[in-house]
């Protein structure tokens, strides 16, 4: 058994030690609350803008802007959307897990540390990297959504994925890999919009209103871009609840495991000092009995 100083010590530092981790899961609490407002927020009007390519292109009896059209598939573009810091538990893991189905052919664009972290470790075909604030506004976000459409229009990439942690709820996220562009299939694109914020499809009003388009490819062009904005912005919000939401439960884990270790280890040391004072009596007593 160890000695009451050794105990001692260490119960000075699982002390140190859970009062950082309950610092922490306070600050990730706040920033929780937050962020999961913000991400259910921006929900409504990404289904909505969805709703409204599908009408608006339901209109046209054929359509040939790059935006919507199939095109033979040389090298998927891969937007990861990863953490800066880490201490979140397995959500970067369970992320880049994805990773490995995923054909050598493909390039990537990450945002976030460990993101960029991981593509460089693996030797990934990395054409960009970017770091987001924790309050990321839309100005933010504009250069990696320039970023895409440029590398799209130059053909250098031949569809636009986004690679992200879908929020579900404060003890659930799951990693998601979503393909954005080309908008080749409306329909299932809005029904699986649908499905990933949890209202069918039935639920939303349907415009019926014929619709008077004089410039079509200007008007898809302007959609389209509209899509890929709002639908990034979304990504990078489902993100960020993700990772507070994960990081709260991770350190409330860690302060949680901390106070069974210090009780465990009150509990030794107090046995260490029951056995030392018996000891010394035992001591004293003999030494008594032998003068």
């Given at each position: 058994?160890?000695?009451?100083?050794?105990?001692?010590?260490?119960?000075?530092?699982?002390?140190?030690?859970?009062q950082?981790?309950?610092?922490?899961?306070?600050?990730?609490?706040?920033?929780?609350?937050?962020?999961?407002?913000?991400?259910?927020?921006?929900?409504?009007?990404?289904?909505?803008?969805?709703?409204?390519?599908?009408?608006?292109?339901?209109?046209?009896?054929?359509?040939?802007?790059?935006?919507?059209?199939?095109?033979?598939?040389?090298?998927?573009?891969?937007?990861?959307?990863?953490?800066?810091?880490?201490?979140?538990?397995?959500?970067n893991?369970?992320?880049?897990?994805?990773?490995?189905?995923?054909?050598s052919?493909?390039?990537?664009?990450?945002?976030?540390?460990?993101?960029?972290?991981?593509?460089?470790?693996?030797?990934?075909?990395?054409?960009?990297?970017?770091?987001?604030?924790?309050?990321?506004?839309?100005?933010?976000?504009?250069?990696?959504?320039?970023?895409?459409?440029?590398?799209?229009?130059?053909?250098?990439?031949?569809?636009?994925?986004?690679?992200?942690?879908?929020?579900?709820?404060?003890?659930?996220?799951?990693?998601e890999?979503v393909?954005?562009?080309?908008?080749?299939?409306?329909?299932?694109?809005?029904?699986?919009?649908?499905?990933?914020?949890?209202?069918?499809?039935?639920?939303?009003p349907?415009d019926?209103?014929?619709?008077?388009?004089?410039?079509?490819?200007?008007?898809?062009?302007?959609?389209?871009?509209?899509?890929?904005?709002?639908?990034?912005?979304?990504?990078?919000?489902?993100?960020?609840?993700?990772?507070?939401?994960?990081?709260?439960?991770?350190?409330?884990?860690?302060?949680?495991?901390?106070?069974?270790?210090?009780?465990?280890?009150?509990?030794?040391?107090?046995?260490?000092?029951?056995?030392?004072?018996?000891?010394?009596?035992?001591?004293?007593?003999?030494?008594?009995?032998?003068?």
């Amino acid at each position: 058994m160890a000695n009451s100083r050794d105990i001692r010590l260490r119960i000075k530092g699982v002390k140190s030690t859970r009062q950082i981790t309950k610092a922490m899961q306070m600050v990730a609490t706040s920033k929780m609350k937050k962020a999961q407002d913000a991400a259910k927020c921006g929900r409504p009007y990404a289904m909505l803008l969805a709703d409204l390519i599908v009408s608006v292109a339901d209109e046209f009896e054929e359509i040939t802007h790059k935006y919507f059209n199939d095109r033979p598939v040389r090298h998927r573009g891969i937007l990861v959307i990863g953490t800066d810091k880490g201490l979140c538990g397995a959500l970067n893991s369970n992320l880049f897990r994805m990773l490995s189905d995923v054909d050598s052919s493909a390039k990537f664009v990450s945002v976030g540390k460990r993101a960029t972290q991981y593509l460089s470790r693996t030797h990934r075909d990395l054409l960009a990297d970017f770091t987001l604030p924790d309050k990321p506004r839309y100005a933010d976000i504009k250069p990696i959504i320039e970023f895409l459409l440029r590398s799209y229009g130059d053909d250098k990439i031949d569809t636009i994925e986004v690679l992200h942690t879908g929020f579900i709820n404060t003890l659930r996220q799951e990693p998601e890999l979503v393909r954005l562009f080309p908008l080749n299939d409306l329909d299932e694109m809005s029904q699986k919009l649908h499905e990933r914020f949890g209202v069918n499809d039935h639920q939303v009003p349907k415009d019926n209103r014929e619709i008077l388009i004089e410039n079509r490819n200007d008007v898809l062009s302007e959609l389209g871009t509209l899509y890929l904005k709002q639908e990034i912005h979304q990504m990078v919000m489902e993100s960020q609840a993700s990772e507070h939401s994960a990081r709260m439960v991770a350190m409330k884990t860690a302060t949680d495991n901390a106070g069974n270790l210090l009780n465990d280890l009150t509990l030794q040391y107090n046995r260490a000092r029951q056995a030392a004072i018996t000891q010394e009596i035992l001591e004293i007593s003999a030494s008594t009995l032998s003068n």
